[in-house]
Each structure stands twice: as structure tokens, then as C-alpha cells.
């Protein structure tokens, strides 16, 4: 059986234990979005052991994983007071 050939623009959504697998190859620009993170904290812990050798450095945890993968939560902004009216007359 002969696989598809891919074009280098082509975005193709995959799950991400699918990603996982071939994460660290350096031909595949892959991407995790915040929707990918129930699916990250469910996949083999033995595949963290794995994927310690794509991230050179040790990964033990799933939070870990999510950690370096997905990205930073930004934190909202609190809106600055606005500045009451002074009681004092001049």
C-alpha cells in the first residue's frame, strides 16, 4: 500500500496522541491549542518516557507535557478604577 504525499502548505488536523507519536520529527511543524489538553492529560504515561528524548529534558508528569506544549494562559486584566470625585471644593 502506497501513502499520500502531502503538500508542505497543507494543515491537517489529527488527534493529538496522533501528533504525539511523530512529535520531534523535524519535517512536521506541530501545533496543540487549549482543546487538545483533556486529550494530553489521557494519553500512555509510558509514551512521556518517550517523548523526553523529542523535548530533551525530562518529562514525568502530564502537567508537565501540558505545560510544554500548549500555550500560556493569559491572565485577565483588571479594568483601573476610575478616580472618584473629590468632596473638597476650591
Request: one cysteine or more; glycine letters at 4%; aromatic letters at 4%.
Amino acid at each position: 500500500m502506497f501513502g499520500k504525499r502531502l503538500n508542505r502548505d497543507a494543515i491537517i488536523e489529527v488527534e493529538a496522541v496522533d501528533a504525539l507519536r511523530v512529535f520531534g520529527d523535524s519535517n512536521l511543524d506541530i501545533t496543540f491549542a487549549e482543546s487538545d489538553r483533556k486529550d494530553l492529560k489521557q494519553i500512555d504515561p509510558k509514551m512521556l518516557t518517550r517523548l523526553t528524548k523529542a523535548f530533551g529534558k525530562v518529562i514525568t508528569t502530564h502537567d508537565e507535557l501540558c505545560k510544554e506544549l500548549l500555550p500560556a494562559k493569559t491572565k485577565a486584566k483588571k479594568a483601573p478604577a476610575k478616580p472618584k470625585k473629590s468632596a473638597l471644593k476650591e
